[in-house]
């Protein structure tokens, strides 16, 4: 089945937008966010997250805030309601000691994955070169 066409990068850039259904990776790169950027708007963390992504598909704003809401459910994150300013209130979200811990299983994992992919590439290349 031929890769879709991304109407971001269009149809001459192999990228992972238009490969089907890649998962996009939104709760490690959250939680890496939050571990960096310390307590931060939601909608502060949704520029970053595209920033920082680890594929080339824009990751939704409406993934973001499931993946909030999945972390803070967890006890990953935490929130706060920010009503400082002028406005309506926003929701400040916080990395909390377990969702750190959480961040670094993600990384035994992203690591585990990241040499099973390096192996794979390999060998199709291997065998690109090979088969011409």
């Known amino acids: ?34 571990k960096v950027r310390g307590r931060i708007h939601g909608y502060d963390l949704t520029g970053a997250l595209n920033d920082t992504a680890i594929t080339d598909s824009r990751i ?5 805030y499931r993946a909030l809401r999945r972390l803070e459910e967890s006890g990953l994150v935490v929130s706060t309601w920010d009503v400082s300013g002028g406005g309506p209130a926003r929701r400040l979200y916080d990395l909390t000691p377990r969702g750190e811990e959480h961040l670094a299983e993600w990384l035994l994992v992203l690591e585990r ?20």
């Open 1 to 34: 089945m031929p890769r879709g066409i991304c109407r971001r990068h269009g149809p001459d850039i192999s990228c992972s937008c238009g490969m089907g259904n890649l998962y996009r990776f939104v709760e490690p790169v959250t939680l890496y966010l939050l």
């Open 60 to 64: 939704e704003t409406s993934a973001l």
């Open 113 to 132: 994955m990241s040499r099973s992919l390096a192996r794979f590439v390999a060998d199709v290349k291997d065998v690109m070169v090979k088969q011409g």
